[in-house]
């Protein structure tokens, strides 16, 4: 077992071989990524449902942060994922945790009942955005920063295995937000930047987003990052890359039958390999108007 002072070592080293800043100057001190095995703050809330789990933060300036992990299929969904991280001492067996799950014990409301930040509907189908709080008013997303539509480079440094050149040009298919793959630097000037890592995490996740916003809702630039666990299955990959670059995005989760999406929130739902219309009507109407 890697301990986290080995991740971030390991993390850090990677940086320095890429020749990368360690966060952009924007991330205040602190404010850099939280990786996914990176220590879960006192006071953080937790929502496990079929899909994975969901760890969000409340900062006392009316930010905050979410924490996304997409349980692997066939497996025990995010209560899997939560006995994981607490097995290696992530997260606190005292943590709030709320879930969809039958034997866990209810300690805080779900995400739609008051806890902050908050999935709201979107009301196209079942698609979702998230919100500072259960107003659903201000919505965390990115900021405009003087272009038509927010400009969003994910920097990919991951092996040809992920597909994440490929997601992105499917993402950048909607219209109010746009996406753009890059190996290279973060270009600046206002446009903002998601990093994309992979490694050989844990066994029980496939994919994991972290995002940090302040209280006008929008991300702070340095903290959004994408996670890819190379201990994936087989054929799973697609789905698991668009499924996170759609949370980076500002997307909740989808579980709609009538318009599957790879933002389905059950891990035993399905392996979509795209967004649905609801989901691109959520980013150009909703999110991003
Ligand atoms: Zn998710």
Same mark, same amino acid.
Not at 57 to 62: A, V
Not at 206 to 210: A, D, H, K, R, V
């Given at each position: 077992m890697?301990?986290?002072s080995t991740i971030a070592a390991v993390v850090t080293a990677a940086i320095v071989s890429a020749g990368l800043a360690a966060a952009p100057a924007t991330a205040a001190p602190g404010q850099g990524p939280r990786g996914p095995h990176d220590p879960i703050p006192a006071g953080a809330k937790a929502h496990i449902d079929d899909? %994975?789990?969901t760890i969000v933060?409340?900062? %006392?300036? %009316?930010g905050g942060s979410i924490a996304f992990y997409r349980a692997r299929p066939g497996g025990a969904g995010g209560l899997g994922v939560l006995r994981s991280l607490q097995a290696k001492g992530i997260v606190s067996n005292s943590l709030s945790v709320t879930s969809e799950s039958a034997g866990v014990t209810a300690g805080a409301a779900p995400p739609s009942g008051g806890m902050n930040p908050t999935e709201c509907g979107s009301g196209y189908g079942v698609a979702k955005f998230w919100a500072t709080s259960s107003s659903c008013v201000t919505k965390v997303r990115w900021a405009w920063n003087g272009f038509a539509d927010p400009q969003i480079y994910f920097r990919d440094h991951t092996p040809s295995a992920w597909p994440v050149k490929a997601a992105v040009t499917t993402w950048n298919?909607?219209?109010g937000v746009d996406s753009y793959w890059t190996g290279g630097s973060c270009p600046g000037g206002g446009r903002h930047c998601v990093e994309v890592w992979n490694a050989w995490y844990d066994t029980d996740w496939? %994919?994991?987003?972290?995002v940090q916003y302040g209280s006008n809702g929008?991300?702070?630039d340095g903290?959004?990052?994408v996670f890819?666990?190379?201990n994936n299955l087989e054929g799973y990959n697609r789905m698991t890359t668009c499924h996170e670059l759609g949370h980076a995005l500002g997307l909740g989760h989808n579980s709609s039958y009538s318009s599957p999406s790879c933002l389905w929130d059950s891990a035993s739902g399905g392996n979509y390999q795209t967004p649905s219309p609801n989901d691109f009507s959520t980013l150009r109407v909703v999110i991003y108007p």
């Open positions: 890697r301990t986290v899909d %994975g789990l933060t409340s900062s %006392g300036d %009316g298919q909607a219209i496939l %994919g994991y987003t972290y929008y991300f702070i903290t959004v990052a890819l666990n190379d």
